[in-house]
T-cell receptor, first 106, second 130 residues
Framework: DIQMTQSPSTLSASVGDRVTITCRASQSISSWLAWYQQKPGKAPKLLIYKASSLESGVPSRFSGSGSGTDFTLTISSLQPDDFATYHCQQYSSYSRFGQGTKVEIK | EVQLVQSGAEVKKPGESLKISCKGS????????IGWVRQMPGKGLEWMGI??????????SPSFQGQVTISADKSISTVYLQWSSLKASDTAMYYCARLRTWGGLLTTFGGGPRDAFDIWGQGTMVTVSS
């Protein structure tokens, strides 16, 4: 059973900041990792798949990197629309999400 | 437009049964895997299982096996999530979501194909309370 650990749980940042969220898998998942954005009362939205591939229509300020067990989601310049909760998901063996990272206004 | 539309909110009592639905449109419904994801109030996302409507091949999360039943009726482009006896701890928002790759291009492993969810339903809130 592959566990996913996201950090931090909460992140306070300002518009224009560079933001990095980390996701660690309990064993290697190659590049089978996705990142989602979720706003209150809404369904998640796919941002990144296969660790670093940007989903169509997602702004280029979002990027993903990593392989094996350690992964990062980076927002190069935080915009007002980016304040939300971010979830990582492994889909190497069955699937499991991380516990989420809330990005809030500083 | 590609979309998944879920059935409306439900309020049930413990011990009751329930079946919620997810209807796809705007794409070849039978050819894309659809999964169910639970989100308990104020909590993270939990992957429950996945089904291929074309042949009803189903892969359940070990965490949810025996607790729910996932099924599909491709003739009406609909996937279902069903409980036979609800508990208060089943209170949550339930989302259906589609894998982003056409099923014919995916290799299926024990836990289902390796792919992310690109299209999500709006969610169905299930409240179980006496």
């Amino acid at each position: 059973d592959i566990q996913m650990t996201q950090s931090p749980s909460t992140l306070s940042a300002s518009v224009g900041d560079r933001v990095t969220i980390t996701c660690r898998a309990s064993q290697s998942i190659s590049s089978w990792l996705a990142w989602y954005q979720q706003k209150p009362g809404k369904a998640p939205k796919l941002l990144i798949y296969k660790a670093s591939s940007l989903e169509s229509g997602v702004p280029s300020r979002f990027s993903g990197s990593g392989s094996g067990t350690d992964f990062t989601l980076t927002i190069s310049s935080l915009q007002p629309d980016d304040f939300a909760t971010y979830h990582c998901q492994q889909y190497s063996s069955y699937s499991r999400f991380g516990q989420g990272t809330k990005v809030e206004i500083k | 437009e590609v979309q998944l539309v879920q059935s409306g909110a439900e309020v049930k009592k413990p011990g009751e049964s329930l079946k919620i639905s997810c209807k796809g449109s705007g794409y070849s419904f039978s050819s894309y895997w659809i999964g169910w994801v639970r989100q308990m109030p104020g909590k993270g996302l939990e992957w429950m299982g996945i089904i291929y409507p074309g042949d009803s091949d189903t892969r359940d999360s070990p965490s949810f096996q025996g607790q729910v039943t996932i099924s599909a009726d491709k003739s009406i482009s609909t996937v279902y999530l069903q409980w036979s006896s609800l508990k208060a701890s089943d209170t949550a928002m339930y989302y259906c979501a589609r894998l982003r790759t056409w099923g014919g291009l995916l290799t299926t492993f024990g836990g289902g194909p390796r792919d992310a969810f690109d299209i999500w339903g709006q969610g169905t809130m299930v409240t179980v309370s006496s």
